[in-house]
Structure formats: C-alpha cells, structure tokens
C-alpha cells in the first residue's frame, strides 16, 4: 500500500507564490508517475500537473500553464508544485496522485491540502 501525504497549503494573496510537497511511501518512488489534481468549492475535480515516472515529460492544465511548475525529486520521495501568480480561482483542495502499475490511471490518492488565494 502506498500512502501519500501532501502539505505546504495555506493562505496567499494573489500574485503570491506557493509549494506544494508531496511525500510517498515505497522504496520504488522512482517509478511512480506523479500528479496534482484539485478541487475548488462547487467544482469538479481538475488535473493541474503531471510528471512521468522518467521525469523526462510534465504536463499542465491549461488554467495553471507558465505558473505552474511540477518536479519530482526520487532521493526524497516526493513530488512537489511550485505554484507562482496565483489567482483566486486557483483556491482549491490540492490532491497528490500516484500512478504505479503501467496502466495510466492514477490508483493512489492523498488526502488533500488547502490553498486559498485571496484577492
């Protein structure tokens, strides 16, 4: 069983700068693909970021594109989300996934950190 634990949320002005951390159980972190989902108040879940298991590829959510910028550190176990200009529609619950398995699908969840961004 994989456990993931995600911090670094909190309260920021618009404009400010946040970094997600996510931390993940397992001794083969390195061929995890990782990736960041959200939740804001009366919306549907939505992909933010994604990192493959090689760290050669990220992708992005059209929404946080050139703010956003995923990475993913094996020595550590963690992925993290540096989040820069941020905007109050970017107030969500942040979700750290772990997609291990080969089979695409993100089968391992965090249990979330809030971000609030203010105007």
């Known amino acids: 069983q994989v456990q993931l634990v995600e911090s670094g949320g909190g309260v920021v002005q618009a404009g400010g700068s946040l970094r997600l951390s996510c931390a993940a159980s397992?001794?083969?972190?390195?061929?995890?693909?990782m990736g960041w989902f959200r939740q804001g108040p009366g919306k549907e879940r939505e992909f933010v970021s994604g990192i493959r298991w090689t760290g050669d590829m990220t992708f992005y959510g059209d929404s946080v594109k050139g703010r956003f910028t995923i990475s993913k550190d094996n020595a550590k176990n963690t992925v993290y989300l540096q989040m820069n200009s941020l905007k109050p529609e970017d107030t969500a619950v942040y979700y750290c996934?772990?997609?291990?398995?080969?089979?695409?699908?993100?089968?391992?969840w965090g249990q979330g950190t809030q971000v609030t961004v203010s105007s």
């Open positions: 996934a772990a997609s291990i398995g080969g089979s695409g699908a993100y089968n391992y």
């Open positions: 397992g001794r083969t972190f390195n061929t995890y693909s």
